[in-house]
């Protein structure tokens, strides 16, 4: 063992750095003033500086990132298996790919804690807004989700349609209309203000749909990047979901809020159905389950127009509840606990309670 330590003094130092970054992280992040000077003063302006180089390059350098990374692995698997297959010391060289293989990983996970899971113990949108989400009742969750499903169906007609009447559009311009659409939101919320880049397409979307994300913030690289694949009348929402992230903002329920209070106050009308029709699921799931009469009776007057865009949104998502999905949902779900977030995956449903209390 003596030896084995004195031939690898480097990659043991290298995970005693990974261990006290991690250990200093875990034991310091309950300090919201740390946490604050951290990703307002280090971490975040870090993210938005990186992001605006990247927003000159056309494509998702946070892509091109995971393409390499993949290939990277692959490359040091076989190098790795090479390199014990011809030691004349196979054990040793087993540990020593392990503990290579392990300092990589922690690496990742420990900088990925940094620039990510230190959001989520830093001051919020709640916080800086005064907007608390609270225990609702079943007659405030009907009326809120009636006023949406009636401005859903006043602007149903105000947005481009296929032949077979669902939402149809130019998803590079919902991109390019991003941080315009964003901008209704600093009115209200000037210390939402900063530096928007559209967010960038994701070219191996069918990926991102086995893994049932509509998108995703790359704090590596500071860039908000979208399934292109997925039904396109959520796509204004999502993406000003994703240009919250970039704020700081790490809840997803604050986030999903956002987008859809921005979304609604746009003066395109493409944010403002997408807005308007996420909002509505979210409130229309809660009901079914807190009122079902109550639900089916919003439900049935929706135009017919909104109800197959609602479908469709259905149909394509049924396709995708395989084993990836289940995985990277419950990998995504881990995460978000693991922070200190004790809903999970199920924050994205707690918008709820925030609409509510906003729109009530």
Known sequence: MKAFLAKNKGLHRWLLADGVVLLLFFALRQSRALMNALVFHVTLPLEQLIGKM???????VAELCYVLLT????????????YIVRSAHRGEALCRVVLFFADAVLTVYA??????????????FCDRSGI??????????VRVTQQFA?????????????ESGAFTADRAA???AAPEAYASLYEEFPFLEAQSFPPKPFRLSKILSAMNFTGFYFPFTGEANLNMDSPAAYLPCTALHEMSHQRGYASEQQCNFLAIVGSTRSDD???RYSGWLLGYIYLSNALYRADYDKWLAIRDALPDTVRLDIAQNNAYWSQYRGVTARVAQTLNDSMIRSYGDPLGTQSYGAVVDLLVTYYG
């Open 269 to 271: 009308p493409l944010f």
């Open 71 to 82: 290939l990277d692995v692959l490359a040091c698997l076989i190098l790795a298996v090479r």
């Open 111 to 124: 900088v990925f804690c940094l620039l990510w899971g230190a959001n989520y113990c830093a001051e919020d």
């Open 150 to 162: 009636d401005a859903l169906a006043e602007c149903a007609d105000t947005v481009t349609r296929d």
């Open 132 to 141: 608390v989400p609270r225990e609702v009742s079943c007659e405030e969750l």
């Open 54 to 60: 990247c927003s000159y390059v056309p494509f998702s």
């Open 174 to 176: 919902i991109l390019a």
